[in-house]
């Protein structure tokens, strides 16, 4: 990562979004490409953004080969948390259910796995029932059984030793905590969680204490994964997981290489969701994003495991000479800032939508790149893969309509409505490995100042997060009264995206996301109508009425729907996006152009 600098920045971001966005209007001309819009084989620009690209050209056999400037948090699949490795986790884990295997909004959906259908549902939304397939097996030929998943998902409890991944199957099946986790567990075969029932090897029943709309969504992902008791190496776990999948792993160095083979007990008529086109997988870390970019250019590498976009300089050496291999997907994350309301004069509404229409919300999208790199405007808090979303149509400030570059006499009618006509000071919280966020804070502390508002900027370590900005002890302490970050969903609903950022039952001592201090009764209300319902139409209904509420509290200034610019190597095939993993590629069915 660049060393950030300070003087001339906005001037820099703003050339350098404007280079972006002139050779993006190229890209989409094309020119110097094949006959079929492809250049050196590629299938052209957003040639796999939602949709397919060059499915039929897919072979069996070959090395796919990943790169990223970042290892996985754990590759133990109760304990990873980041998207990336829970979408490449199903090469080598399978769950109940997962999601479908289609581009866009349809790859959010659910599919049956290693159960023969979705759920069976009854008592009202608390229990539910699966059968298992027949021909499931273990990288050792010994078949998967219900026992194996419970086991999988009883380590979720055993936070003193596997910590650091989801835990909504804790919070929604022991929401009281009586269940120690397997470790402690003194059952003889250590599968005593009441919740799950295992009457045969072949059957599982989940028994919620109370019913949650969302809970196949939960199983869909990798922390409800089967992890064999015989094979659970505990805290170790994570280097060499123990396979259902169709890939093993072979060998990983944390922080240089990992390489998974085939599986050769794993059974294609067993699994309808892979396709298991290579033979090898790999992935090589390094230490320098533009080392990585500038392999990706160079066709060593096939993609970027992290999907989190390339590199300014590679980004830009892309679109010059290779646009045919780029994409430019919504990531599904929204980058904003909250406004706690420990900290005054935020614990006034006037105070925060003074901040809001005082914003320059162009200058905001430049800093984060502009409209490709960056993002389109952000106009509310509900990323556009969620169903409930609005995407821009909702804009209740006008953010990128009338007030996009601010609105000076707005702010000032605000700051005047909230007892502070001549305005105040606050200070913004940025993380200090991020300049993309530095860059942002520099833009808004810009802009406020035009309408009176002084803003010193705390660039805090970006590795402590958790007991700087997640303890509102400390923000109010240090009087964080704006925290910049950005949120994405684990699951593409309301409650996968929003329940931690703003029910007042997840503000936390430490770790908390609710960095606004948000304690409304009807978005808490909201969400309780959410998990008690089962009709998806009142479900997406239910979610755009928790947006709106969200907003109309302006707890939020909200900057871009993010957008990135990733690579697609020359010889991938079948591949697109996906909705599931927030506009990264679907991994899992990635093939290669030829065996070799």
């Known amino acids: 990562m660049t060393t950030q600098r300070t003087s001339g920045r906005r001037k820099q971001a703003m ?177 005593g969680l009441k919740a799950i029932d295992t009457p045969d090897d072949k059957t599982i029943v989940f028994h919620l204490p109370k019913a949650n709309a969302d809970f196949e969504e939960v199983l869909a992902l990798t922390s409800a994964s089967p992890v064999r008791q015989d094979q659970d190496t505990k805290s170790k776990y994570s280097l060499h997981p123990f396979s259902s999948g169709p890939y093993k792993f072979e060998s990983y160095n944390p922080g240089k290489d990992l390489t998974l083979v085939r599986n050769t007990n794993w059974k294609q008529s067993s699994d309808p969701v892979r396709k298991a086109y290579p033979d090898k997988i790999t992935i090589k870390f390094f230490s320098n994003a533009n080392d990585l970019d500038q392999r990706l250019i160079n066709g060593d590498i096939d993609l970027d495991i992290n999907q989190t976009g390339m590199s300014p300089q590679g980004r830009t050496a892309a679109l010059k000479q290779h646009k045919a291999n780029l994409d430019n997907p919504v990531s599904g994350y929204i980058r904003y800032a909250a406004f706690p309301q420990s900290v005054k ?75 502070q006509p001549n305005g105040f000071k606050t200070t913004i919280a940025v993380r200090n490995n991020k300049p993309v966020e530095v860059a942002t804070a520099q833009s808004l502390q810009a802009s406020l100042k035009k309408v009176g508002i002084t803003a010193d900027i705390d660039q805090y370590d970006g590795s402590q997060t958790t007991g700087i900005i997640g303890s509102p002890s400390n ?84 900057f871009v729907f993010e957008k990135f610019i990733n690579w697609r190597g020359d010889r991938l095939a079948n591949v697109y996006t996906t909705d599931a993993y927030s506009g990264q590629y679907d991994f899992v069915n990635l093939g290669l152009k030829s065996a070799k």
Request: with cysteine.
């Open 475 to 558: 923000v109010k302490k240090k009087g964080y009264g704006v925290i910049i970050m950005g949120w994405g969903p684990d699951f593409p609903t309301v409650q996968g995206f929003g329940l931690p950022l703003w029910d007042s039952k997840y503000i936390l001592q430490s770790g908390n996301n609710n960095y606004a201090l948000i304690k409304d009764k009807a978005i808490d209300g909201l969400f309780n109508d959410y998990v008690n319902t089962l009709d998806e139409a009142k479900k997406t209904q239910i979610a755009t009425q928790i947006n709106h509420k969200v907003m109309e509290g302006g707890y939020y200034l909200p």
């Open 345 to 419: 004069p935020f614990d006034n509404i006037h105070c925060r939508n003074a901040v809001i229409y005082g914003a320059d919300h162009v200058s905001l999208q430049t800093a984060r790149g502009g409209p490709v790199a960056g993002g389109d405007i952000g106009t509310n808090m509900l990323p556009p893969s969620v169903p409930g979303s609005e995407g821009q149509k909702y804009d209740p400030f006008e953010l990128a309509g009338a007030n996009k570059t601010g609105n000076a006499a707005k702010a000032k009618e605000e700051l005047k409505a909230c007892g």
């Open 15 to 191: 050339a350098a979004a404007a280079v972006v966005a002139a050779l993006l209007t190229t890209a989409a001309c094309g020119g110097g490409k094949d006959s079929d819009g492809s250049k050196n084989g590629a299938a052209g620009f957003d040639a796999a953004n939602n949709k397919v690209a060059q499915a039929s050209l897919a072979k069996k056999g070959g090395t796919l080969r990943f790169g990223g400037a970042q290892d996985a948090d754990s590759w133990d699949t109760t304990r990873g948390y980041y998207g990336f490795a829970w979408n490449f986790m199903r090469y080598y884990s399978r769950q109940l259910v997962t999601n479908k295997t289609e581009p866009g909004k349809e790859g959010a959906k659910l599919t049956p796995d290693l159960a023969t259908g979705l759920a069976k549902v009854s008592d009202g939304g608390k229990t539910y029932t699966y059968t298992l397939r027949d021909g499931i097996t273990w990288e050792d030929g010994k078949p998967i059984t219900s026992k194996d998943i419970k086991y999988g998902i009883e380590r979720v409890w055993a936070q003193d030793v596997l910590s650091g991944g989801p835990t909504y199957l804790k919070d929604f099946l022991d929401p009281d905590g009586k269940y120690q986790g397997p470790y402690k567990d003194k059952a003889a075969d250590h599968l």
